[in-house]
């Protein structure tokens, strides 16, 4: 009976280890096999994916640069000389240019919005401090103060620009 149960136990020994060891390398073997599909989707979605994200920089680029003050204050002319309608119109302007581009969020990264969202609303700010200032009693007076004001200092889309410029760089 003993001899029984050691011939038995010898010959499953071997099988148990050889089972184990042919379970160990299916689950390996398996693992990898996954992480290869996954690797090839993940590239082909970024080469699909590349082209939509630097589309959308270059949408907030532009965004950028068409609500650069000096820029928006040569597109964007008075309607009249009252300095509120003209404040106004110049805030509707960039308010209208930024939802216009809303949707290239889910393309870029969320610093790159939030600091494209900042300097948007750093330049309707200097347009507002501006309007409030003693020295603009008229839009034209208000174009004046915000061009020279501009002079002494960097814009709020040139410090966004110059980030997106490095974010995008760091795509190559």
């Given at each position: 009976?003993e001899?029984?149960?050691?011939?038995?136990?010898l010959?499953?020994?071997?099988?148990?280890v050889?089972?184990?060891?042919?379970?160990?390398?299916?689950?390996?073997?398996?693992?990898n096999?996954?992480?290869?599909?996954?690797?090839?989707?993940?590239?082909?979605?970024?080469?699909?994916?590349?082209?939509?994200?630097?589309?959308?920089?270059?949408?907030?680029?532009?965004f950028?640069?068409?609500?650069?003050?000096?820029?928006l204050?040569?597109r964007?002319k008075?309607?009249?000389?009252?300095?509120?309608?003209?404040?106004s119109?110049?805030?509707a302007?960039?308010?209208?240019?930024?939802?216009?581009?809303?949707?290239q969020?889910i393309?870029?990264?969320?610093?790159c919005w939030?600091i494209?969202?900042t300097?948007k609303?750093?330049?309707?700010?200097?347009?507002?401090?501006?309007?409030?200032?003693?020295?603009?009693?008229?839009a034209d007076?208000?174009?004046?103060?915000?061009?020279?004001?501009m002079?002494?200092?960097?814009?709020?889309?040139?410090?966004a620009l110059?980030f997106?410029?490095?974010e995008?760089?760091?795509?190559?």
């Open positions: 009976m001899l029984d149960i050691l011939g038995l136990l010959y499953c020994i071997p099988a148990i050889t089972g184990a060891i042919a379970f160990l390398f299916f689950r390996e073997h398996v693992e096999e996954n992480n290869r599909r996954n690797y090839l989707v993940q590239k082909d979605l970024q080469k699909e994916a590349l082209p939509l994200r630097l589309q959308a920089y270059e949408r907030m680029s532009l950028l640069e068409r609500t650069k003050p000096s820029k204050l040569l964007v008075p309607t009249s000389s009252n300095k509120g309608d003209y404040e119109l110049l805030i302007n960039i308010e209208q240019e930024f939802d216009h581009n809303l949707a969020q393309y870029v990264t969320d610093k939030s494209t969202s300097a609303n750093a330049t309707i700010q200097m347009i507002r401090k501006a309007t409030l200032s003693d020295r603009v009693d008229s007076k208000l174009r004046e103060v915000i061009l020279s004001d002079m002494d200092k960097r814009s709020p889309s040139d410090a110059s997106i410029k490095e995008v760089s760091e795509i190559w």
